[in-house]
């Protein structure tokens, strides 16, 4: 379609727009993405990933993803290589929402980088409507390796919801 930057293009061109304006290296945000995804109503084992971009170690961080249980479903949250030295903890605290630790309880950081940090493995309900399926991270809290909180900001996402699964 003209105009679209498409799906895969989106989760690169936040960063690099944000680290193109020169707002993260002087003010030192760390930020996280949540990157698009797409699937089949009535269909499982669709993964989305959230990204991070730190420019200094993190001794952990956290935040709420919101999403529409009339659509989907989060099956489970995985860490990824990226906070392997560190804990991750969930809970699906309420209907449409996961709260998501991840903090290095036994000395641990997240190294200062780019990249996926926790994924998501959800379904998409059979009666799902077909359409845009908002994915929202909020509730965001990043401290440094001692506990000093730390500027934050977040990238929301999209699943899409395509035809029924066959």
């Known amino acids: 379609m003209a105009g679209s930057l498409g799906q895969k293009n989106r989760h690169i061109l936040a960063p690099l727009l944000w680290l193109c304006s020169g707002a993260w290296l ?38 709420v993803l919101t999403y529409d249980t009339a659509a989907l479903s989060i099956d489970t949250v995985i860490a990824l290589e990226r906070v392997s030295d560190v804990d991750l903890f969930y809970d ?55 506990g000093n909180t730390r500027p934050s900001a977040a990238v929301d996402g999209t699943f899409i919801v395509q035809g029924a699964h066959v």
């Open 92 to 146: 699906q605290t309420f209907p449409g929402e996961v709260a998501v630790l991840v903090a290095g309880l036994s000395g641990g950081v997240v190294e200062p980088g780019v990249g996926g940090v926790v994924r998501f493995e959800l379904s998409v309900k059979a009666g799902a409507v077909q359409g845009a399926s908002p994915l929202t991270v909020r509730e965001i809290d990043f401290s440094d390796p001692v």
């Open 26 to 63: 002087s003010a030192q945000t760390d930020f996280l993405w949540l990157e698009d995804g797409a699937g089949s109503a009535g269909g499982n084992d669709y993964a989305v990933d959230l990204s991070l971009v730190n420019a200094n170690e993190l001794g952990g961080f956290q935040f």
